[in-house]
């Protein structure tokens, strides 16, 4: 297994979380809500992280269906643990492992909360958990798949690794024009 663009991959997967939850910490300020500084603290540790992780040295640029697998497992378990931060850290639950629950809960699209008020939330931590909901219906991994040519990294495996059912094939012959095409007809579904 190529454990460096593993690690590299996942640094950039931090990343990007960092930079979806960023509006959030913006709209707590403005606000004047209680989570400024839970957000602030959790993207100042995803950016260290993400920036140390994505300085790995690679062994090679190719990605195996393993290295896919692996990425796609661990992405969702990274990004689950960071993405509740702010909710435990914030005081909007009372134990981490219901953080962790609503995240996921979002991230999958689930729906399921475990919080009785959400509307009484501050408006950060409210628009971050509809923000999971979001990244979630398209998946966070196949936005990184429009960044990954930027590593020198091959995405098709994580691509696979990623899709629901049997076969997952290409609309377009370069995983990033691929990508690129599902995320401009989600926004564009999204904003109209």
């Known amino acids: 297994m190529n454990y460096g663009i593993v690690v590299k991959v996942l640094g950039m997967i931090?990343?990007?979380e960092a930079l979806l939850m960023s509006p959030a910490l913006f709209i707590s300020q403005a606000h004047g809500g209680e989570a400024v500084l839970p957000?602030?603290?959790?993207?100042?540790?995803?950016?260290?992280l993400g920036l140390a992780m994505i300085s790995v040295?690679?062994?090679?640029?190719h990605i195996r269906a393993r290295d896919g697998i692996v990425i796609v497992a661990l992405g969702w378990v990274m990004i689950s643990i960071?993405?509740?931060?702010?909710?435990?850290?914030a005081g909007s639950?009372?134990?981490?492992?219901?953080?962790?629950?609503?995240?996921?809960?979002?991230?999958?699209?689930?729906?399921?909360?475990?919080?009785?008020?959400?509307?009484g939330l501050d408006k950060g931590i409210l628009f971050w958990r509809s923000m999971t909901h979001w990244i979630g219906g398209m998946g966070?991994?196949?936005?990184?798949?429009?960044?990954?040519?930027?590593?020198?990294?091959?995405?098709?495996?994580?691509?696979?690794?990623?899709?629901?059912?049997?076969?997952?094939?290409?609309?377009?012959?370069?995983?990033?024009?691929?990508a690129r095409v599902l995320y401009t007809t989600y926004i564009t579904m999204t904003l109209l």
């Open 14 to 16: 931090l990343l990007i």
């Open 39 to 48: 957000f602030m603290s959790t993207l100042g540790v995803m950016v260290i």
């Open 57 to 61: 040295k690679k062994t090679h640029d």
């Open 82 to 89: 960071f993405g509740s931060l702010p909710l435990y850290l």
């Open 93 to 119: 639950v009372t134990h981490y492992v219901d953080a962790f629950f609503e995240i996921v809960s979002g991230f999958t699209t689930t729906g399921a909360s475990v919080i009785a008020d959400v509307e």
């Open 140 to 178: 966070i991994l196949v936005f990184t798949l429009a960044l990954l040519p930027a590593l020198g990294v091959g995405s098709l495996q994580i691509f696979k690794a990623e899709s629901p059912g049997p076969v997952a094939g290409k609309m377009v012959p370069r995983m990033k024009d691929t």
